[in-house]
């Protein structure tokens, strides 16, 4: 019995406390739907409650603007929600005004009482232009209107009822600190689509592009007291390369707008088809406005020897598979550094192993996700060890550091040391011989003749020349260099009038002297002109044979290029690589050896050889 009045009374306490925060949450404010009008045009001033005591909001005390505005009516409308159990509602007053004289107004906060509680909305500006046919004319007298030709219409002028904005989270950060730059369209009209149609430029950062729904989600959104319907278009996480003022060019999106027509016909026909219900479309380039970026440097105090560019805040754990081992017997040791930060950027940690322990190159995975949080995920990087003779060898701690920008100092994470114990193993089978390494090995044989299988090959003598390969030779070779100045005309003439052709025709030739230029400044004092002349090459191969910008391509469109055309994945893969080392090595602090350079170099060349087959 004492239970089930327990049970009754968390109930009703249950129910009573989401009333009190279900009324505790009421919202009111206020918004126009233009803030910007000629006299004697019409807006409507709307004021909105929101939350789960919003239909019972009374009618507010409108304060006077009768000096600027004419009230022609009012209306009300609401709604009621249930989103994951829980209860949104809002009801809405509009009130419609005629302007009736020109300027800068605001009207001031409305006061709504709802249940004996006193709320204010917001204020709210309206500019209020004379109308045209209010404008004297020349000669003192208001000029006689025009009367409107049968099918006539006027240009759209949307003001500012469309535009882009570009937004950042933050203006000021440090070098490879991200930046989450959105770009969103404010709208008061119906746009039925729209194209991007120039990229950002985004030098001096490294990119990363943020998954986007297919369809744009929309929402209200209120802008100097104007609603508009908002809608993101592209995400991106901008990482600073180096310190300095970086600006972010403008963004040009076309939409296709659904305007109404403004100009009568005096055919009862067209004014039928012409009725707002049809309206018409128009292309419309909207565009945001460039964005300044400061971008400070590294603190030089307190900066860590082993420092390497790394920005956010990380955690790094390190694993030994094996604590005792055979010799000839594989370790491995993974490193894995995990947090939030510039992940792509990091480079392999640095460490020394015991000089009897032969060491591999390290196996790096990683998984990133891009959200509008930032950047987080994780490197793993995978080291495979063999030692050569027993004993007990000890691999020392491994050290990784990072700037943590919201503290505005360093970090650095320490492992533990690692104690291998070495056991005699099976000697091994193949022996490279004393005092010779693997690089040592050389094969031989080559200075040794090969046997003749085929017996020679003999020529009659007195052979007569009429009928020979050679009269055939002299008696075609005309026709075919006729045909070969023709086909050879036809493509010089295509050249010059088909600019996509020209340019896929030429693209392995351009990429050749690209990568010969980087090839002449293959050294470590020039290490990222190189990677970037590399990356030039890649990336202006794909530009000419598609014949697109090459400043506008990105990874992920990289690859839809590739498999449009139906490359194997091997080959997509290597290019993809290619260009995720040219990026990385262009912005890492540490430089490459130049033996790092050679492979990248012999890499590249190989990647843009097998895309030129494969497509």
């Not at 603007?65 to 209306?75: C, L, T, Y």
């Not at 602090?589 to 590249?604: D, G, H, L, T």
Request: hydrophobic residues 40%.
């Amino acid at each position: 019995m004492r239970f089930k009045q327990f049970i009754l009374s968390a109930g009703l306490l249950t129910v009573f406390l989401t009333t009190l925060s279900w009324a505790g949450n009421l919202t009111v404010r206020a918004y126009l739907n233009r803030n910007d009008v000629s006299v004697g045009g019409q807006f409507t001033l709307s004021v909105q409650a929101s939350g789960s005591q919003a239909n019972k909001i009374a009618s507010p005390q409108l304060p006077d603007i009768s000096k600027f505005a004419r009230f022609m009516g009012s209306s009300s409308s609401q709604s009621i929600q249930f989103i994951n159990g829980r209860m949104s509602a809002s009801k809405t007053l509009i009130y419609y005004f005629r302007a009736i004289r020109p300027g800068s107004f605001t009207i001031p906060p409305i006061k709504v009482i709802v249940k004996g509680k006193t709320y204010k909305t917001n204020p709210v500006s309206i500019m209020i232009r004379r109308s045209a046919a209010s404008q004297p004319s020349a000669a003192g007298r208001s000029a006689p209107p025009q009367k409107p030709e049968a099918g006539m219409q006027t240009k759209p002028d949307l003001g500012g009822a469309l535009f882009l904005r570009a937004l950042v989270n933050k203006r000021e950060v440090y070098q490879n600190e991200p930046i989450i730059l959105t770009y969103r369209i404010y709208t008061r009209v119906s746009v039925t689509g729209y194209g991007i149609k120039a990229l950002p430029k985004t030098v001096g950062f490294w990119a990363e592009e943020i998954p986007m729904p297919r369809q744009p989600q929309t929402r209200e959104e209120i802008v100097n007291g104007v609603k508009y319907m908002v809608a993101d278009l592209k995400k991106m996480v901008l990482f600073p390369t180096d310190p300095g003022k970086k600006v972010i060019d403008p963004m040009v999106v076309t939409c296709q707008v659904r305007m109404r027509n403004t100009r009568p016909s005096r055919d009862i026909f067209n004014n039928f088809f012409n009725d707002d219900f049809f309206g018409r479309e128009v292309e419309k380039n909207i565009r945001s406005k460039p964005i300044t970026i400061h971008v400070l440097p590294f603190p030089k105090a307190g900066r860590p020897a082993d420092f390497s560019g790394a920005v956010g805040r990380f955690n790094m754990t390190v694993k030994v598979n094996k604590d005792s081992v055979k010799t000839n017997e594989t370790v491995t040791m993974t490193v894995k550094i995990s947090g939030s930060g510039n992940i792509k950027m990091l480079p392999a940690p640095k460490f020394n192993v015991p000089p009897d322990f032969e060491r591999y190159a390290p196996k790096i995975t990683e998984k990133i996700n891009r959200s509008t949080r930032g950047v987080s995920g994780f490197k793993r990087f995978e080291y495979v060890f063999i030692p050569r003779f027993p004993g007990k060898q000890r691999i020392a701690p491994i050290s990784f550091s990072y700037f943590d920008p919201a503290r505005k100092a360093y970090r650095t994470i320490t492992s533990s040391e690692f104690l291998i114990h070495v056991k005699p193993g099976a000697e091994s089978l193949i022996s490279l011989g004393e005092g010779l390494s693997k690089e040592e090995v050389q094969l031989v044989g080559k200075d040794i003749r090969f046997i003749k299988t085929t017996s020679p090959k003999f020529q009659k003598i007195d052979r007569y020349f009429y009928g020979s390969p050679l009269f055939w030779l002299i008696v075609f070779l005309p026709l075919v260099a006729l045909g070969g100045a023709f086909g050879y005309r036809r493509y010089q003439d295509r050249l010059e009038e088909n600019v996509a052709f020209a340019r896929s025709q030429r693209a392995n030739q351009l990429a050749k002297k690209r990568l010969q230029k980087a090839k002449k400044v293959l050294s470590e004092e020039t290490q990222k002109e190189f990677f970037a002349e590399i990356s030039r090459a890649m990336l202006g191969f794909l530009g000419d044979k598609f014949n697109l910008p090459t400043a506008g391509i990105m990874t992920d469109q990289v690859e839809k290029l590739m498999r449009d055309r139906h490359a194997d994945e091997e080959t997509i893969q290597k290019y993809l690589k290619c260009l995720q080392i040219c990026d990385f090595q262009r912005f890492a602090p540490a430089n490459s050896s130049i033996e790092e350079m050679q492979s990248c170099y012999e890499a590249a060349s190989q990647a843009i050889i097998q895309l030129e087959k494969a497509i």
